[in-house]
């Protein structure tokens, strides 16, 4: 499951055009990733310059 760190994110929409299923939904103060779209590929990880998306596991929560 891809998670914000809300605070880092500064909305370039980079991730955005990288998702496949269109999980990511961004408005101008917020960046939404749809659970039940996301296909787990970890593109929008890879391609956001600021690294404000990370990965977590949740079987381990
Ligand atoms: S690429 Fe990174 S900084 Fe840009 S909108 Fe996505 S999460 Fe935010
Ligand atoms: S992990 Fe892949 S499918 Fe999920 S939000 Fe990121 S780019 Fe989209």
Do not use: H
């Not at 991730?15 to 970890?42: H, M, N, R, T, Y």
Request: net charge negative; hydrophobic share 40%; charged share 30%.
């Amino acid at each position: 499951m891809v998670q914000l760190k809300q605070n880092r994110c500064d909305f370039c929409g980079t991730c955005v055009s990288v998702c496949p299923v269109d999980a990511i939904e961004l408005s101008e103060f917020q960046l939404i990733v749809i659970k039940e779209k996301c296909i787990d590929c970890q593109n929008c990880i890879k391609i956001c310059p600021i690294e404000a998306l990370e990965w977590y596991d949740e079987k381990k929560i």
